[in-house]
């Protein structure tokens, strides 16, 4: 797999990133140990994760398989940190006080002794920037993380907190901006990824296939086995599922038979070489399903498919 640098920094990562959001939930050892197996043989590098992801319980999976299914240094690991969930719950808290501890027992459930990548998984008006800030700040200084990012922040949040880090002497700058963005969520197209090209941020697109619906298969309904079967999902498809979105998703489908591709690979090569951006982070919920993810890094769609693309889902 080819790799990107992450922003202005000489961090290079794999093209696509592995998201873990159901490990050690909906995704158990031996499913996690499959993909995780999978993405590595691939050539991917970027593991991203959270303190959030199952409480905990995504970190400690990852932990687990540290060291014998890839070595430490084979992977690009990232963690975030300032979102608490509890049960349908959950709480926002971007303190010093809050972040640092958290880290730490990340790297305690991680079995490591830094991360690679440490963000904040969103922005809180609750505390002032600069003390988030200068929770990164230590986390670099101290060794606990080699680079920083932030995560679902606004465009004026962005263009805030990288120029903060840049315009203060011994500031550790941005490296990162996580975000969602697919051909079904385009908004952070207007700021937050101008921003980041003009602040040196690398742009990670989550939900890259917007839950599922850009692979086709919610078309004529929900499959039995899927997660959007699930009362919790099922907003979150039909929010897509509007008059522009069965339309944007037709769309897809039909340069797909046009290409000979899957739904899957137009969409997915689409966001993965939008301007500004450095690597997708692709969830699955099975070895199978990431594969068919996978199998897009000899792809590149034709300008005539983009310039379409785009213009039906702008």
Known sequence: MQTRALGRTGLQVSRLGLGTMTWGRATDEHEARDQLIAFAEAGGTLVDTAASYGDGASEELIGSLIGDVVARDEIVL??????????????????????IPTLDRSLRRLGVDHV?????????DRTPLEETLSALDLAVSSGRASYVGISNFAGWQTAQAATWQRAVPGRTPLASTQVQYNLLERAVETEVV????????????????????????????TPGDSRAADPAWTARVDSYLDEDGRGIVEAVARAADGLGWSPLEVALTWVRDRPGVTAPIVGARTATQLRAALGVEQLELPPEIVAALDDVSD
């Open 78 to 99: 990232a963690t975030k940190a300032g979102l608490v969930r509890r049960g349908d719950g959950r709480r926002v808290d971007t303190s010093r006080g809050h972040l």
């Open 116 to 124: 690679d990548l440490w963000q904040v998984h969103v922005w809180s």
């Open 194 to 221: 101008p921003a980041a090209q003009a602040l040196g941020l690398g742009v990670l697109p989550w939900s890259p296939l917007a839950g599922g619906v850009l692979t086709g298969k919610y078309r004529t309904g």
